[in-house]
């Protein structure tokens, strides 16, 4: 608690104190998610617009609390961060992606894509590169399956040590997305200095693709852009086959969303893993 000057007072509101109360309490539960195995994987399609199959899936944590329910990463992700609790809860989660990518290849070789969230404190942090490793390692998982999705707010800190860190993940083989494009601080020169893949065009323009002519052109210039540096595409948060179509017809590779799929447990995407031709 503030001690002195305009905080303290905020500080005995009990509005505050109940918040900052359920805080520390679900910091005090977030401590033994792991441990009580209470944290689950839900994965969304990534979908080819051109074929429309699924190419991987974006691994996206929950936590099962004892009584609060199914607790999205919105509520606890900025908690973990904070706490530090992202690094084995970004571990943990590594490790459970690759071992369901890898229990989804097929004997030909071919299977889905993984895509993986990396917060910035997890990706600075010394173990980072070891824990990437260990990951593919004991899963036995083509690194080329994994993509490894980081934000602009990373590129924008220290550029020196995170391009190095970078590179070093880059050496193990995996991919790198740059997630929300569009909504940072960064310049495009970052996407040249940055040995990025995959750009994720954020919700926000694509909530406009079909109604907005801004929108549309912001997309289209990043389809260029795309084309220009050799960078795949993804489109977040399609929610309608209006937004669907238009960014079929401005040739995006592939997109992501309500419209296409939703993110769900991996046993409700056994069946389309092993029935359609997944590339
Ligand atoms: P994100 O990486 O941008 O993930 C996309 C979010 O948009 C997901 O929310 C997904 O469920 C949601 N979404 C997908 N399609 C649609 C759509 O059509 N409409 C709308 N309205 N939403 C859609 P979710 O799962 O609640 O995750 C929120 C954020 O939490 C993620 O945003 C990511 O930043 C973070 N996150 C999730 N899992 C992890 C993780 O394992 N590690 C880390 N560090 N962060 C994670
Ligand atoms: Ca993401
Ligand atoms: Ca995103
Ligand atoms: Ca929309």
């Known amino acids: 608690a503030k001690s002195s000057g305009k905080g303290r007072y905020e500080t005995f509101q009990p509005s505050h104190h109940a918040a900052h109360l359920e805080r520390e309490r679900l910091l005090a539960d977030l401590y033994q998610a792991l441990d009580r195995q209470e944290l689950v ?34 509520r606890f992700i900025a908690l973990a961060e904070d706490s530090g609790l992202i690094v084995p809860i970004g571990r943990w989660v590594l490790r459970e992606a690759t071992r369901q990518a890898a229990a989804w290849q097929r004997p030909d070789g071919s299977g889905p894509r993984m895509s993986v969230n990396v917060s910035v404190r997890q990706f600075q942090h010394p173990s980072l590169v070891g824990d990437v490793a260990e990951a593919l390692d004991r899963s036995g998982l083509d690194p080329r399956r994994l993509t490894l999705e980081i934000t602009e707010s990373l590129l924008v800190q220290d550029a020196a040590a995170t391009t190095g860190k970078l590179e070093e993940v880059k050496d193990l083989g995996v991919r790198l997305a740059l997630d929300d494009f569009g909504t940072g601080y960064s310049s495009l020169g970052y996407l040249r200095r940055f040995p990025i893949d995959v750009l994720k065009i954020d919700k926000s323009f694509v909530d406009g693709v079909a109604t907005s002519p801004e929108d549309h052109a912001v997309i289209g210039a990043i389809v260029q852009l795309g084309q220009t540096l050799g960078l795949d595409l993804v489109a977040e948060g399609i929610e309608t086959a209006d937004e669907l179509a238009a960014l079929r017809g401005l040739g995006v590779g592939y997109g992501q969303g309500y419209h296409l799929g939703r993110p769900l447990p991996a046993a409700a995407h056994e069946e389309a893993v092993h029935q359609k031709a997944v590339h």
Not at 53 to 67: D, I, K
Request: aromatic share 8%; no cysteine; charged share 10%.
């Open 41 to 74: 994987l839900h994965y969304q399609p990534i979908v080819d617009l051109a074929s429309a199959t699924t190419s991987g899936y974006e691994a996206l944590v929950r936590w099962q609390h004892p009584t609060h329910g199914l607790v999205p990463p919105a």
